[in-house]
């Protein structure tokens, strides 16, 4: 069992659409965070959100921590076809040792 | 280093046999930690050192899986008897201390096969 649910699990769109990915969990976190991943790399850290209801924005991307510090979404407004790659997001509970879901594998065709 | 460096990027290897996985992070991070990432997966954490200890080594998932950092900087993780199971991309990551909210630097991996 995950423990972190990330949806959609894959997502193909066209430039210039908006996206907006989910990552949900039954447990509190003190912290989570977004990784892009392109094939052959390692993960790239996007943000870290910290405070229930925080929101932050990185140009075309907005992210969001849930209240309850439970749950996150992505928002990718006019995707391009460089935001192709695999979106992770990764809890921190109390140890502080990062839990990944299982991403979502986005691609953005010209 | 600028980065994480991981060696070797690739290894082939045969059923049963040993191997190393080397990381180098980058220095003055005291905190190390291993993932294996699956074929459609996101990483699994394996284990993670702070300076010269490891710190938890609970994702490890067996006795075969060990890992080591002698002097707090270079880790290497050594897998004895290999399966074929074990093929995946094994990630080191760094930061300066754990719990970092600056993030975890990661390397580009080493993805080990296993035949």
């Known amino acids: 069992t995950q423990l972190l649910e990330q949806s959609p699990q894959f997502l193909s769109i066209q430039e210039g659409e908006n996206l907006t990915v989910y990552c949900n969990s039954s447990s509190v976190f003190s912290s989570l965070q977004w990784y892009r991943q392109e094939p052959g790399e390692g993960p790239v850290l996007l943000v870290t959100v910290v405070t229930g209801g925080e929101v932050k924005k990185l140009k075309r991307l907005t992210f969001q921590f849930g209240d309850a510090r439970k749950d996150s979404s992505l928002h990718i407004t006019a995707a391009q076809p460089g935001d192709t790659g695999l979106y992770l997001c990764a809890g921190a509970p109390g140890s502080y040792i990062p839990t990944f879901g299982r991403g979502t594998s986005l691609i953005v065709h010209p | 280093g600028a980065g994480v460096s991981q060696t070797p990027s690739n290894k082939v290897t045969e059923k049963g046999k040993y191997v190393e996985l080397r990381c180098d992070p980058i220095?003055?991070?005291?905190?190390l930690y291993w993932y294996r990432q699956s074929l459609g997966q996101g990483p699994e954490f394996l284990i993670y050192f702070q300076g010269t200890g490891a710190a938890d080594d609970s994702g490890l998932p067996n006795d075969r899986f060990f890992a080591v950092r002698p002097e707090g900087s270079v880790s290497t993780l050594k897998i004895q008897r290999t399966e074929r199971g074990d093929s995946a991309v094994y990630l080191c990551a760094s930061s300066l201390t754990h719990g970092a909210l600056g993030g975890y630097t990661f390397g580009s991996g080493t993805r080990l096969t296993v035949v």
């Open positions: 220095s003055g991070h005291t905190a």
